[in-house]
């Protein structure tokens, strides 16, 4: 009966160790990303942080929990060598793939716009997400048999949370590896638009320095003349396949706006509008060979569209 009593308490704390190791690694991932476009007027600011989180949490306690069931290390390496190529999958693809059909999903109207081309050096980012999150994932695995075992063994309170405190720290690097290594790149383009429209909006119709205005790129929003004075939101729609040339749509309420982003820096922004017909609509069928870019007036492959976000 001791010996059944003290197997639950173990696999409890296991279960709820992996919590942690969940939680922590996407509120760094992910959650910090939510947080800082929810301040830069995104449209979506949890597109990426709600799935990360309903994937993350239940997998990381299924593998903590079942660390400290079978107490066996090649079960805890293989569960932990799982869960960090599961992080590794989830960092690279929920910006590039899940996140972009969401948009598609919530906000049909850009649609049209959408283009988010595969990654032409995906392997760099595997080697660099394994790197990162892999090591640290085991090594938080590894680590929970004997980190569980000490907290059942220590007398003292702190001694029983220093193995949560251990994972909290270990998966908190983890996340901020990932959002260094993808979704800041995501994160960026809106960031930097919303300061560009800040700054219009700052010194609309007043004279500036010209090196000032040159550095605060002040040029960009002269087309959008007096919509910089109203209320907006920003959508990424579209990146190449270097991560190197992005798009945000701007709404205002309505009316909209593209703006260009070369390599960080902001390029140039031009009025556009959404037209959705039925020609639209069969262009980005599955039926067709091409797709048709409506607003640039070219014929764009349809192999570099993504399946996953058509229509």
Excluded at 39 to 47: A, E, G, K
Excluded at 73 to 82: A, F, Q
Excluded at 190 to 203: F, H, M, P, Q
Aim: hydrophobic share 50%.
């Amino acid at each position: 009966m001791m010996i059944s009593s003290y197997s639950r308490k173990r696999t409890k704390l296991g279960a709820f160790y992996g919590l942690i190791a969940g939680l922590f690694f996407t509120l760094a991932a992910w959650g910090m990303d939510a947080f800082l476009l929810l301040r830069h007027n995104s449209s979506l600011p949890f597109l990426k942080f709600f799935p990360a989180l309903l994937i993350c949490v239940p997998a990381a306690v299924i593998a903590g929990y079942m660390t400290a069931r079978f107490e066996k290390g090649w079960v805890s390496l293989l569960l932990w060598v799982g869960l960090s190529i599961l992080f590794t999958y989830l960092v690279i693809n929920i910006p590039i793939k899940i996140a972009p059909w969401l948009t598609t999903r919530l906000l049909p109207e850009f649609t049209t716009l959408m283009r988010f081309e595969d990654l032409t050096s995906l392997g760099h980012y595997w080697f660099y997400g394994v790197f990162a999150i892999g090591f640290t994932c085991i090594l938080c695995g590894i680590l929970e048999n004997l980190l569980i075992d000490q907290s059942l063994a220590s007398s003292g309170a702190f001694g029983a949370i220093v193995p949560f405190i251990v994972c909290l720290a270990i998966m908190t690097g983890a996340g901020f590896s990932g959002d260094l290594l993808m979704t800041s790149k995501f994160r960026e383009p809106l960031v930097t638009i919303d300061t560009l429209l800040e700054n219009g909006a700052t010194y609309y119709n007043q004279e500036v320095e010209k090196t000032e205005a040159r550095k605060m790129h002040l040029s960009i929003v002269n087309p959008l003349d007096e919509l910089v004075l109203q209320p907006h939101t920003l959508t990424l729609v579209s990146t190449d396949n270097y991560l190197g040339l992005m798009k945000v749509l701007v709404d205002f309420e309505g009316k909209y706006a593209l703006c260009h982003i070369a390599y960080s820096q902001p390029t140039f922004c031009e009025l556009t509008h959404l037209r959705i017909n039925r020609t639209e609509q069969f262009a980005y069928g599955l039926g067709s060979k091409h797709r048709v870019d409506f607003f640039k007036s070219d014929i764009i492959e349809f192999n570099n569209f993504p399946h996953l976000l058509t229509t």
